[in-house]
T-cell receptor, first 115, second 112 residues
Framework: GAGVSQSPRYKVAKRGQDVALRCDPISGHVSLFWYQQALGQGPEFLTYFQNEAQLDKSGLPSDRFFAERPEGSVSTLKIQRTQQEDSAVYLC?????????????FGPGTRLTVT | SQQGEEDPQALSIQEGENATMNCSYKTSINNLQWYRQNSGRGLVHLILIRSNEREKHSGRLRVTLDTSKKSSSLLITASRAADTASYFCATDEGNRDDKIIFGKGTRLHILP
């Protein structure tokens, strides 16, 4: 079946522009996670949804970052007024049920470059 | 913040040899997971071990967990070129059951 998909795969933005990154999780998966991964580092947690509820947004680095999952399926991560330090790969993952005790399925990521 | 930390940061071995990577973490956990990431397949779940388990096997993978030392190891036996990748451990935060926190990873290179 279809895995987690993300779009766009690559995004180049000029500093100050707003960007929107999309995640299509596996159908029926309850949990959805966003991560930021810098080169040579592990994924850093950004935010977590259980269905449409955003239960944890403690990893969002600033109020320029906003995520939503209005119908409990597709999610969008929006970054306003992008800065160079926002350049990274943004990974989305979904999990069948709620909780940390289940494997997460990752999408291919969106590589964001801010110039 | 990083809960888990892998050791070594990088490892190069000959094809056919065994590779061992270690993960240390700071707080109590409910479970620990290992993931692999390469350019071809992205980030893929390998194995999950619960805090009441000491060892788990999956094919050529063997994972151990020592909660008294807050550490885990991942052993890959009879390595292959396709095992070249970065390997990450990920843990929950023990007192909560939602997100997992990844370490910085071990970069494994299998030499032909």
């Amino acid at each position: 079946g279809a895995g987690v998909s993300q779009s766009p795969r690559y995004k180049v933005a000029k500093r100050g522009q707003d960007v929107a990154l999309r995640c299509d999780p596996i159908s029926g998966h309850v949990s959805l996670f966003w991560y930021q991964q810098a080169l040579g580092q592990g994924p850093e947690f950004l935010t977590y949804f259980q269905n449409e509820a955003q239960l944890d947004k403690s990893g969002l680095p600033s109020d320029r970052f906003f995520a939503e999952r209005p119908e409990g399926s597709v999610s969008t991560l929006k970054i306003q007024r992008t800065q160079q330090e926002d350049s990274a790969v943004y990974l989305c993952a979904s999990s069948l049920v709620a909780g940390s005790s289940y494997e997460q399925y990752f999408g291919p990521g969106t590589r964001l470059t801010v110039t | 913040s990083q809960q888990g930390e892998e050791d070594p940061q990088a490892l190069s071995i000959q094809e056919g040899e065994n590779a061992t990577m270690n993960c240390s973490y700071k707080t109590s956990i409910n479970n620990l997971q290992w993931y692999r990431q390469n350019s071809g397949r992205g980030l893929v779940h390998l194995i999950l071990i619960r805090s009441n388990e000491r060892e788990k096997h999956s094919g050529r993978l063997r994972v151990t967990l020592d909660t008294s030392k807050k550490s885990s190891s991942l052993l890959i036996t009879a390595s292959r070129a396709a095992d070249t990748a970065s390997y990450f451990c990920a843990t929950d935060e023990g007192n909560r059951d939602d997100k997992i926190i990844f370490g910085k990873g071990t970069r494994l290179h299998i030499l032909p």
